[in-house]
């Protein structure tokens, strides 16, 4: 048995490598492809049958030390803060073309390590791949300002400058989209970066990498460095002076021992945390409309997105409706290995998902809520495989309702009126997504400025474009990526007053 799973293991490993040239198994510092100076790995899983897919160096703060140093000396010496805007365009462009050109490798990578099912990797790579386009277009256009001034002799000029070295500590649920959508940015405003991605996900991001060596980068503008342990080099970051921002996707805890640790430095921090996003359907709802958002919003990427809805309002004359069509739907999800054709739903990413979103079903179930569908594991599929479930009558004390789940679970609450809803769904400390819907354009318009986060769908669960800006309010972050606003992160405003001028 143990020499068939070690067999089965190689044998993954090899499959990938021989569908894709991008897999890497050496970080990228200075332009050159390194192991970790201590020579450790570690390795790296399918979620869906636990083979071992691949091996990275598993580096400490002394390799993290070394790409702050090259990405500084390239930010300083190499003309990559000076170089025109077109020309730092013209490469992100070029970068584009190959993450297009390779879609269909960085997705198969992406499904094996993520567990993702091949459309939503392939999906993915689209996604994030509209960063790098967007921003290699807004490189062009990070204008400054002349206002105009108090006084005849001057003139008030305001500059946007790149803010220097960038590191970006990326999550494992998006293993591209993460990247991009800060490395796009970073990169078109002149910044130079090192990327931590996730220890789960480190493939993408590596064949990512690969993809920007081929583009023609110059040496030290893109280092990434691979690790299993994040703390130490996390630390690094927040105290080296030579770290000029830190840009994190992830948990509110790890955001805000981030925040915490770079305070010393008053470092520039872009911050996108947990969410606990409300979905409220109201009577005058389109059910059509709302459920199809329901499953893509619940169940894309197995609910593991900070913008999946959390906690679902169901006003009290469509409850019983609406919770029906969701459960025909539910029950015909197809579950499987990502890379199985027609596959809809995956594995989680790890035990720790897996048991945590065990746990706060059991803790509903022990709150007297009532499952209405799933609410088990699917220990026939493998180790990670949980069913997709559906709970009414949650309440309030519930982990489900008040933390977030990051599993194919829908927490269903019934409601009576809509100040009673937005009482509810604002009363939590995150403030990421929201969603409504409403045929009633006086509630729409009244209910999209009461929500209290920073991103609110109105009847439409798939808000997220490289054209928005994605952020939230209270402990869900600080600042915005994609859209114009996504460069605001990277930049310093510098304001010349030009004086005693002779007009
Ligand atoms: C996230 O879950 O953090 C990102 C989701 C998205 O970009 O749509």
């Not at 399918?46 to 071992?52: E, H, K, Q, R, T």
């Not at 006084?151 to 946007?160: G, H, N, P, S, Y």
């Not at 065990?358 to 009532?370: G, P, Y």
């Not at 799933?374 to 026939?380: C, I, M, R, S, W």
Request: with cysteine; aromatic share 8%; glycine share 8%.
């Amino acid at each position: 048995m143990l020499y068939c799973k070690s067999f089965c293991q190689k044998l993954n490993l090899h499959r990938l490598r021989s569908i894709s040239s991008l897999v890497q198994t050496k970080a990228f510092i200075d332009g050159n492809w390194v192991k970790a100076q201590n020579n450790e790995e570690f390795e790296v899983f399918n979620p869906a049958n636990g083979a071992v897919i691949g091996s990275v160096p598993n580096m400490d703060p002394k390799d993290a030390n070394q790409a702050v140093h090259a990405a500084k000396k390239a930010f300083e010496l190499s003309e990559w803060s000076k170089m025109t805007a077109k020309e730092r365009s013209s490469l992100l462009k070029k970068w584009y073309y190959l993450i297009e050109k390779n879609a269909d490798e960085l997705a198969s990578i992406m499904s094996a390590e993520s567990g993702k099912p091949i459309n939503e990797a392939r999906g993915e790579v689209t996604y994030g791949n509209a960063f790098v386009e967007w921003f290699a277009e807004e490189a062009r256009r990070i204008c400054g300002e002349v206002v105009p001034s108090p006084t005849k002799d001057r003139e008030i000029i305001v500059l946007k400058q790149p803010l220097g070295v960038a590191a970006l500590i990326t999550p494992w649920n998006f293993p591209m989209a993460m990247i991009t959508r800060k490395a796009g940015a970073a990169l078109a405003a002149g910044c130079t970066i090192i990327i931590k991605p996730a220890e789960d996900t480190p493939l993408t991001a590596l064949a990512l990498v690969k993809l920007a060596e081929q583009a023609g980068f110059p040496n030290g503008v893109i280092n990434i460095i691979t690790t299993n342990k994040a703390a130490p080099i996390g630390e690094l970051f927040c105290k080296s002076p030579d770290v000029k921002g830190i840009s994190f996707t992830g948990s509110t805890e790890v955001g805000k021992w981030l925040f915490r640790n770079s305070s010393d430095g008053i470092k520039r921090l872009s911050l996108e945390l947990g969410g606990n996003a409300p979905f409220i359907v109201f009577n005058s709802a389109n059910l059509e409309i709302a459920v199809n958002a329901a499953l893509s919003c619940k169940f894309r990427n197995c609910g593991q997105t900070c913008i999946s809805a959390n906690r679902f309002f169901l006003q009290e004359e469509i409850h019983d409706k609406f919770i029906n069509l969701l459960k025909q739907r539910v029950e015909t999800l197809k579950i499987g290995e990502g890379s199985e054709p027609g596959v809809q739903i995956g594995p989680l990413i790890n035990t720790m998902q897996f048991n945590k979103v065990n746990a706060f079903v059991e803790d509903a179930r022990l709150k007297n809520a009532n499952i209405i569908s799933g609410g088990k594991p699917l220990t026939n599929l493998g180790n990670l495989f949980y069913s997709p479930t559906i709970i009414t009558d949650v309440p309030v004390n519930a982990k489900l309702y008040t933390e977030e789940v990051f599993g194919p679970v829908v927490s269903i609450v019934k409601f009576k009126t809509e100040e009673e809803v937005i009482n509810a769904a604002n009363n939590s400390n995150r403030g990421l997504a929201g969603y409504f819907f409403s045929e009633n354009i006086q509630q729409v318009f009244r209910v999209a400025k009461l929500l209290e986060v920073g991103m609110v769908g109105v009847n439409e669960a798939l808000i997220s474009a490289a054209e928005a800006p994605f952020g939230g309010v209270k402990e869900s972050g600080i600042g915005r990526e994609g859209c114009h606003h996504g460069i605001d992160e990277y930049v310093e405003i510098k304001y010349v007053c030009m004086g005693n001028l002779k007009y």
